[in-house]
């Protein structure tokens, strides 16, 4: 018996969050400019970087409705979310004494307020949430993610892709998920976005077609010869490198969608058909519910538009109540519209007789009318669309 106590102490402690505190020399970006300042750089232009209430519009609005939705408070949704979005937040879960404290306004002074609003965790996805990982545990159960699917090294050891780099500000440990096998550490987090209940709604690491593909070239960059560290550590230069951009580009750039779907155009049968194809090995969309592709067919006749055709690709989110709502917060959801990773898909769209050709636009937007309307969300990067194709037939 005691073994056995002794066994889920120890099973508990390993693979329960554990809060490791960073020291403040490693805690934010600018304390790594003086030596990496060209990644640092890359790195904050990124949406990582934006992974905080205060830098992202769509992420605030969400955490406010879905604590007036599930009637948890605002805190208390925070940290739940932090799980991917501030995994070196130093609480990582509420209790039911918490919330009646909530309410009664009296947890002003408490961990949980002091933890959500700490400057440490303003950066989002920053450096010492990635290079602070010792290990990941990639047999655990899929609900286990971001924070509770690694275990950090002590503060001051940076875990990297080289096995011989020593630096004078910070210990240094390489580590195979960020060398031979860095999808891993991508699916901490890009995988099993869930409902407050527990359903999950999107999972790219599922989806996911050729696990040899790494996510890394294609939105950090391939590998450049330049260096890791700009002080002059080789001989009075710095050590020639294979390194990566740390731009983590995706959909919030509008260039990064330009041709990210294959299109072709044919009549047939009285329907102009519209073939999306997807050379990827994830799904488009993907990544976050209530994304959508627009297509938009403009028919003309004598170079005149004579009539308007759209078509969205996008997932609707119900309610208990079959209200629409956010992915967080629902009970269930229409199909799946995307085209599939490695596939293809077809739609078709009446033809107009009247007309003798059309011009066809593919495009992309971060949130669809529903939830923008939902969420109220004011700046325009939500509305906007990216494109992915624009052409004309003729018929
Ligand atoms: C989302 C995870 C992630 C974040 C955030 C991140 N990195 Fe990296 N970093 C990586 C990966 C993965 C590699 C390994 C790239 C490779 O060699 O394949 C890497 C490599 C490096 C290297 C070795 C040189 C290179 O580019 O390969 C340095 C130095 C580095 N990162 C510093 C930083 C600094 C400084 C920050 C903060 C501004 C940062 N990283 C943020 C994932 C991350
Ligand atoms: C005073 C300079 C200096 C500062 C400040 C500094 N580093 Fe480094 N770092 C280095 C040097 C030097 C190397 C080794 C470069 C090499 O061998 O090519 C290095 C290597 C790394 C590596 C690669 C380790 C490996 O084993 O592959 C990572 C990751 C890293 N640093 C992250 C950080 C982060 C994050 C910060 C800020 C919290 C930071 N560094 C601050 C000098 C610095
Ligand atoms: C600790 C969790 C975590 C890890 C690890 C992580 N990400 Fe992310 N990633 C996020 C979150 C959260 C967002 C959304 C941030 C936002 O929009 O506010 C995101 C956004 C992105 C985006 C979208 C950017 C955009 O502009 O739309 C890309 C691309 C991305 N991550 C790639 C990667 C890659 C590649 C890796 C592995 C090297 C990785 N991520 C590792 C949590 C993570
Ligand atoms: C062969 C290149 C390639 C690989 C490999 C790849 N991606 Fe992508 N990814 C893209 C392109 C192109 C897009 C569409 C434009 C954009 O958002 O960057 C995209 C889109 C995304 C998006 C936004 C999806 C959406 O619909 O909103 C996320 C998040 C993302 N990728 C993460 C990842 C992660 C994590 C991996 C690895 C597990 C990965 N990608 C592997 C090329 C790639
Ligand atoms: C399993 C890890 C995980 C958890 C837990 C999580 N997220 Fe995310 N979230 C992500 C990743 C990864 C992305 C980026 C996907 C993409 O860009 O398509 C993301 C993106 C988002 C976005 C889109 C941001 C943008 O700029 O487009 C919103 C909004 C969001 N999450 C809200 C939430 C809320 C609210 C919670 C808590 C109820 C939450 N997330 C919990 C992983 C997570």
Same mark, same amino acid.
């Given at each position: 018996?005691?073994?056995?106590?002794?066994?889920?102490?120890?099973?508990?402690?390993?693979?329960?969050?554990?809060?490791?505190?960073?020291?403040?020399?490693?805690?934010?970006?600018?304390?790594?400019?003086?030596?990496?300042?060209?990644?640092?750089?890359?790195?904050?232009?990124? /949406?990582?970087?934006?992974? @905080?209430?205060?830098?992202?519009?769509?992420?605030?609005?969400?955490? +406010?409705?879905?604590?007036?939705?599930?009637?948890?408070?605002?805190?208390?949704?925070?940290?739940?979310?932090?799980?991917?979005?501030?995994?070196?937040?130093?609480?990582?879960?509420?209790?039911?004494? @918490?919330?009646?404290?909530?309410?009664?306004?009296?947890?002003?002074?408490?961990?949980?307020?002091? %933890?959500?609003?700490?400057?440490?965790?303003?950066?989002?996805?920053?450096?010492?949430?990635?290079?602070?990982?010792?290990?990941?545990?990639?047999?655990?159960? %899929?609900?286990?993610?971001?924070?509770?699917?690694?275990?950090?090294?002590?503060?001051?050891?940076?875990?990297?892709?080289?096995?011989?780099?020593?630096?004078?500000?910070?210990?240094?440990?390489? =580590?195979?998920?960020?060398?031979?096998?860095?999808?891993? $550490?991508?699916?901490?987090?890009?995988?099993?976005?869930?409902?407050?209940?527990?359903?999950?709604?999107?999972?790219?690491? %599922?989806? @996911?077609?050729?696990?040899?593909?790494?996510?890394?070239?294609?939105?950090?960059?391939?590998?450049?010869? $330049?260096?890791?560290?700009?002080? =002059?550590?080789?001989?009075?230069?710095?050590?020639?490198?294979?390194?990566?951009?740390?731009?983590?580009?995706?959909?919030?750039?509008?260039?990064? /969608?330009?041709? %990210? $779907?294959?299109?072709?155009?044919?009549?047939?049968?009285?329907?102009?058909?519209?073939?999306?194809?997807?050379?990827?090995?994830?799904?488009?969309?993907?990544?976050?519910?209530?994304?959508?592709?627009?297509?938009?067919?403009?028919?003309?006749?004598?170079?005149?538009?004579?009539?308007?055709?759209?078509?969205?690709?996008?997932?609707? @989110?119900?309610?208990?109540?079959?209200?629409?709502?956010?992915?967080?917060?629902?009970?269930?959801?229409?199909?799946?519209?995307?085209?599939?990773?490695?596939?293809?898909?077809?739609?078709?769209?009446?033809?107009?007789?009247?007309?003798?050709?059309?011009?066809?636009?593919?495009?992309?937007?971060?949130?669809?009318? +529903?939830?923008?309307?939902?969420?109220? $969300?004011?700046?325009?990067?939500?509305?906007?669309?990216?494109?992915?194709?624009?052409?004309?037939?003729?018929?």
């Amino acid at each position: 018996m005691r073994v056995l106590i002794f066994v889920a102490l120890l099973i508990s402690f390993v693979y329960s969050a554990e809060v490791v505190k960073v020291e403040e020399k490693y805690q934010d970006s600018t304390k790594c400019q003086a030596c990496h300042n060209h990644l640092v750089k890359d790195w904050q232009h990124s /949406w990582h970087a934006r992974s @905080y209430e205060k830098n992202d519009e769509y992420f605030r609005a969400s955490l +406010e409705y879905v604590s007036k939705k599930s009637h948890k408070s605002l805190n208390a949704v925070k940290v739940e979310c932090a799980t991917c979005h501030n995994p070196r937040i130093s609480v990582t879960s509420t209790s039911k004494a @918490y919330e009646i404290d909530a309410v009664l306004g009296l947890d002003k002074n408490s961990k949980v307020n002091k %933890a959500v609003n700490d400057t440490s965790i303003s950066e989002g996805i920053n450096c010492v949430v990635c290079h602070n990982i010792d290990k990941i545990h990639d047999n655990l159960d %899929a609900s286990k993610r971001g924070m509770d699917r690694v275990t950090w090294l002590k503060s001051g050891v940076m875990s990297g892709p080289f096995d011989d780099a020593t630096s004078p500000y910070h210990k240094t440990e390489a =580590r195979d998920f960020m060398d031979k096998n860095p999808n891993k $550490l991508c699916f901490v987090c890009h995988a099993n976005d869930h409902t407050i209940k527990g359903d999950m709604f999107i999972n790219m690491e %599922a989806e @996911y077609k050729d696990n040899t593909q790494k996510c890394v070239v294609c939105h950090m960059s391939t590998k450049k010869e $330049l260096y890791a560290a700009t002080l =002059r550590i080789d001989h009075g230069k710095p050590k020639a490198r294979q390194i990566r951009e740390h731009g983590f580009s995706g959909a919030h750039t509008a260039s990064m /969608w330009k041709d %990210a $779907l294959h299109v072709s155009t044919k009549v047939e049968g009285g329907d102009l058909v519209i073939t999306l194809k997807n050379d990827l090995p994830h799904n488009l969309p993907s990544g976050f519910g209530s994304r959508e592709i627009v297509l938009d067919v403009e028919y003309t006749s004598a170079a005149k538009v004579v009539s308007k055709e759209s078509v969205s690709l996008t997932r609707h @989110y119900l309610n208990k109540y079959k209200k629409p709502t956010i992915a967080h917060t629902s009970e269930t959801s229409s199909a799946d519209e995307s085209v599939p990773a490695k596939g293809e898909k077809t739609i078709r769209v009446k033809l107009n007789k009247s007309a003798n050709g059309a011009n066809v636009a593919v495009s992309y937007r971060l949130v669809n009318d +529903e939830v923008r309307g939902l969420l109220e $969300l004011k700046e325009p990067i939500w509305s906007q669309k990216m494109v992915i194709f624009k052409g004309a037939v003729k018929f």
